[in-house]
């Protein structure tokens, strides 16, 4: 089987966990993703792609005149096309190729799925958030969709981390670092936040990232969609939470610790 993944419609997707279900359902012979890898908050995904061993196919956009609501210029995308017509192309280079998964939230990949289906091949859409994106229209095919395995969310505000102490004064000093960025940025992301805190650019140290992961943990830091300046896709921001009590203490110079906090040494790390 073939994988082929759109990367602009595939947000929040665990690639680890969906290449180990692909090879739950057969041979994967071969595993491609379509986006424009020259925006920067692709890079972290661009990693972690070249690690698992998927090909990356560069898909260029350009500005195309338009703005988005938030005032972003709108662009001309070209990924959705590259990807249909590699499908069609494979089609006809490898026909032992039988079955192809197509990882994407946009409906307008079944198009693709009835010419594969005309083909005698079999066609798997892995959703993310399949029961609101292409849930809707799916029900009303014969097409096979299953939920895209996705990234686990962060533990709720009052649950303690596992296996992670917390030191309040490095809590305190990351929070007043990060009120820096803020102030000076107009959003976060987390690899802003690495190149602009604690190691020179190379990098979280552990223990920064440990104290970040836990920050989002407890609520004084949260997650949230921010749409990029020149792009308008939605990009996985951090913002902190500036009612929590942490937060309010380390603004005012004061290191606050979280509930049963005494030291910190090791702990889940970030997503990034």
């Not at 739950?24 to 990693?47: K, N, P, T």
């Not at 494979?90 to 693709?112: G, K």
């Not at 949230?224 to 300046?229: C, K, L, S």
Request: charged share 20%; hydrophobic share 35%; net charge negative.
């Amino acid at each position: 089987m073939a994988v082929f993944i759109d990367v602009a419609n595939a947000d929040g997707v665990d690639f680890r966990q969906l290449l180990a279900r692909a090879s739950e359902l057969g041979h994967v012979a071969e595993v491609r993703a379509y986006g424009d890898f020259r925006q920067r908050h692709l890079d972290q995904l661009a990693i972690e792609l070249y690690v698992l061993g998927v090909e990356m196919v560069h898909c260029p956009s350009w500005p195309n005149g338009g703005r988005n609501e938030d005032g972003t210029t709108r662009r001309k995308r070209t990924d959705d096309r590259l990807l249909e017509k590699e499908v069609r192309d494979l089609v006809s280079r490898r026909p032992s190729i039988c079955s192809y998964i197509l990882v994407t939230s946009d409906a307008d990949i079944i198009p693709t799925c009835h010419t594969l289906r005309q083909h005698g091949k079999g066609a798997l859409l892995m959703c993310p958030a399949a029961d609101s994106s292409l849930g809707h229209v799916l029900r009303q095919s014969s097409l096979g969709i299953e939920p895209a395995p996705m990234l686990e969310a962060p533990e709720g505000p009052g649950e303690p981390s596992k296996g992670a102490n917390a030191g309040s004064a490095g809590l305190g000093r990351l929070v007043q670092e990060l009120e820096c960025l803020e102030t000076n940025s107009d959003y976060l992301t987390f690899s802003y936040v690495s190149a602009n805190i604690g190691n020179n650019g190379n990098g979280l140290p552990p223990e920064v990232m440990a104290n970040l992961n836990l920050l989002i943990e407890q609520g004084a830091v949260e997650r949230y969609p921010h749409p990029h300046p020149r792009t308008g896709q939605t990009l996985p921001a951090i913002r902190l939470n500036r009612a929590h009590p942490l937060v309010v203490s380390a603004l005012q110079g004061v290191s606050g610790a979280l509930p049963g906090a005494t030291d910190l040494h090791g702990g889940d790390s970030c997503e990034t």
